[in-house]
């Protein structure tokens, strides 16, 4: 029996070794990536399917595999429920030896598997979740939020409406997580700009008729509504308030989380002229049109979300990590992810700050007419961008405990 | 102005209004699962799905063919009812000798099994349905904008539900088919052709389904979801109302809109659970709903 157990060691060691010297701190010889997202409900088209689009586009632009390097993709449903991610992460961390999770949005279950992985000393790359906390009372040495945040968003398109005049509000806000957080972010900003908030409401998740709090909106008589939801919740809140003549009757819609699928669901002549923040839009430049094609090839011809352009960028910026550390400890990777800076085809050149935060420029858009588009996914036209050092939360204003005061 | 518990009169008329439009989407809904249990004995769960194949039906006819809202009106019950058909010929047909749990189970599998692919086609952030021309613009009330076209849905939800109650209730049509529930095999020695009978009423409910559907595709995204979200809600109406009753489904429908309506002024939060309260509250008072008949 003793000899069996040697030899059972011997073939383990010759399995490590023949794994080359060059990597060998990689765990089980495989780079596994587990996409954690919402592929059944309101936040699909988004991000579920087409993160997973993008992490195999990210393996195979990053090379990584030619050099030796075994990586490998599953994914997995949260529905929005942070217990069934809490489970999933759990299962992948703990059985599956997954190394590093991307994407899961929805605040409330990104912010579950923020503490798992902390817990874990894995890696979570946030790319769909919105919630500043992460980056803030919530930050770990484990987590990087790469591609937005209520922050930004909050000072992006609620900056932009307050200076131009927009300064009474009410706010329509989803109930949970990312809709307190963001509505919190935003008000922040239009108090600090001197404007007043005249109310609020908030809206259980996922809620079908918005008419109702459309006239509490309505009566509060405020210049602007602020949308502080997402995906499903906004387009249908959006197109009410055109139904109840809202835009009409003098008040205008801030959508504060718009992606351009939601633009495409709604359709130009309802979403005409609505103000959105974004980090990432498909017609920028050459290299974003064809990472654009390509990806709408391989994902029903959705157009990738700035979601799916930050999960294709994280993982560039992860594999190279891995490259340079030959490693794939969470808490290492991460580390090394914060020390070298970023560059890649979609959001430049950046950094990731000591909290978590990457950083790069956000841009205000508006949705175009439809007499200025000149087709499908054809929807924003770029008003002003907002420089890297403006676009999120000072690092001191976060309260995240890794910052040295 | 004055005001009732610090909201103003003029607003709350507004929220009763909005409740009384939602109410008859919920009115319509549970009238065909009220139909469907109360002449079949089937909890149909697909209802839902029913309802949003129904949406996306009219949203196919529009793209595909041009034909615009008020043919599909007409085309979509009639399409979708006899995908209903073939579901009870097929399949329901061979559980009627069982357990309600059965049929239960079959029609929820069927309605999962329908969200999963039209989620899988086209995406979760739903498609664009245009209000009719003819019912675009609105009604100024004084104290509220009434859009025409939710207004049109109030009439059309009204005139449809008391034409089915009165079909069911006050017709010979609809006395064969209530005497046909209570005892099938006598109707069946008359020489009524039950089975067909019983088809055709399964048609008929989910084409209600589908109607409800081509209705709300002008004021919702057409999203696969778009059932799911309403059926339980729908279920719990038709439980409160009684089960089977037609006339509690349309009643508590209206009257639970409100409810509903109300309570997304006073405390919003609760308002998506509002409607079970009270369905714990009915049940634990009068088990067999406020309409419904102990037996």
């Known amino acids: 029996m003793k000899c069996f157990n040697h030899s059972l060691l011997g073939i383990g060691i010759a399995a490590v070794l023949a794994a080359g010297a060059a990597h060998a701190q990689i765990s089980d010889n495989v780079v596994k990536i587990g996409v954690l997202s919402d592929m059944s409900s309101l936040y699909t088209d988004l991000a579920g399917a087409g993160s997973v689009v993008a992490a195999r586009m990210a393996v195979e632009d990053s090379g990584i595999e030619k050099r030796g390097y075994k990586v490998e993709i599953i994914a997995a449903d949260h529905q929005n429920k942070p217990d069934v991610g809490s489970a999933v992460a759990r299962q992948w961390y703990d059985v599956d030896k997954v190394d590093v999770i991307v994407d899961t949005p929805n605040s409330g279950v990104a912010l579950a598997v923020n503490q798992i992985t902390k817990d874990k000393g894995k890696a979570f790359l946030v790319s769909g979740a919105a919630s500043s906390d992460l980056t803030g009372k919530a930050c770990t040495p484990n987590t990087i939020h790469w591609t937005y945040d209520t922050w930004m968003l909050a000072n992006g398109t609620g900056g932009a409406i307050v200076k131009t005049g927009g300064d009474t509000w009410f706010f329509l806000t989803a109930d949970y997580a990312f809709g307190h957080a963001l509505e919190r972010d935003t008000e922040a900003v239009v108090l600090k700009n001197g404007g007043k908030v005249l109310g609020k409401v908030r809206a259980p998740l996922n809620t079908q008729d ?10 509060s008589k405020a210049k602007i509504i602020g949308l502080a939801n997402a995906g499903g919740d906004t387009t249908n809140s ?91 400890d969470g808490t290492k990777v991460i580390a090394k992810m914060k020390e070298m800076p970023t560059d890649d085809s979609l959001f430049g050149k950046g950094s990731v700050r000591v909290d978590g935060r990457k950083i790069h420029p956000a841009y205000l858009v508006e949705v175009k007419k439809p007499s200025e588009s000149k087709g499908p996914w054809d929807y924003y036209k770029v008003r002003s961008t907002i420089p890297a050092d403006q676009a999120f939360r000072p690092l001191a204003d976060g309260d995240c405990p890794l910052v040295k005061k | 102005m004055t005001e009732i518990f610090g909201v103003p009169t003029q607003a709350l008329f507004g929220q009763l209004l909005i409740g009384l439009i939602n109410g008859s989407f919920y009115a319509m809904l549970s009238l065909g699962l009220a139909v469907i249990f109360g002449l079949l004995n089937i909890i149909n769960f697909t209802h839902g799905a029913q309802y949003m194949m129904g949406a996306f039906c009219a949203y196919f006819l529009l793209e595909f063919a041009g034909v615009g809202y008020w043919w599909s009106l007409l085309i979509v019950p009639m399409v979708v009812g006899i995908t209903g058909i073939v579901v009870e010929r097929t399949m329901l047909a061979r559980l009627y000798k069982l357990d309600h749990l059965y049929g239960l189970l079959l029609t929820f599998g069927l309605a999962l099994i329908l969200q ?67 005892n099938r095999a006598l109707v069946q020695a008359f020489g009524v052709n039950v089975p067909r009978m019983i088809t055709l009423t399964y048609g008929f409910g989910v084409g209600l389904a589908a109607l409800a559907g081509v209705m709300a595709a002008p004021i919702y995204q057409v999203n696969p979801q778009m059932g799911a979200n309403l059926i339980i809600v729908v279920f719990a109406v038709v439980v409160i109302g009684g089960m089977g009753s037609i006339l509690g489904a349309i009643l508590t429908g209206f009257g639970l809109g409100i409810v509903e309506g109300l309570t997304k002024v006073f405390y919003p939060e609760a308002s998506n659970t509002v409607i079970f309260v009270i369905m714990v509250i009915v049940l634990l008072i009068k088990p067999a709903g406020l309409f419904g008949k102990e037996r």
């Open chain 2, 116 to 182: 999963g692919l039209f989620t899988n086609y086209y995406g979760s952030s739903g498609l664009p349905y245009r209000i009719p021309n003819e019912l675009t613009g609105g009604i100024d009330l004084g104290f509220m904008l009434l859009p025409k076209y939710r207004a049109w849905v109030i009439v059309a939800s009204l005139v449809v539900c008391l034409g089915t109650w009165f079909v069911i209730e006050r017709t010979k049509l609809g006395a064969y088919l209530r005497a046909a529930t209570e």
């Open chain 1, 238 to 328: 959006i197109k009410q308030a055109a139904e109840f003549g809202i835009v009409k009757g003098g008040q205008n819609l801030a959508g504060l989380l718009v992606f351009i699928t939601d633009v495409h669901s709604l359709g130009l002549a309802t979403a005409q002229g609505l103000i959105v923040t974004n980090t990432f839009y498909w017609d920028q430049n050459d290299q974003t049109r064809a990472f654009a094609k390509r990806f709408a090839a391989l994902d029903k011809g959705i157009y990738p979300t700035m979601v799916h352009a930050g999960v294709y960028s994280a993982l560039l910026h992860y594999f190279k990590a891995v490259e340079a550390l030959k490693s794939d």
């Open chain 1, 210 to 219: 918005f008419s109702s709090f459309l006239l509490q909106a309505q009566a």
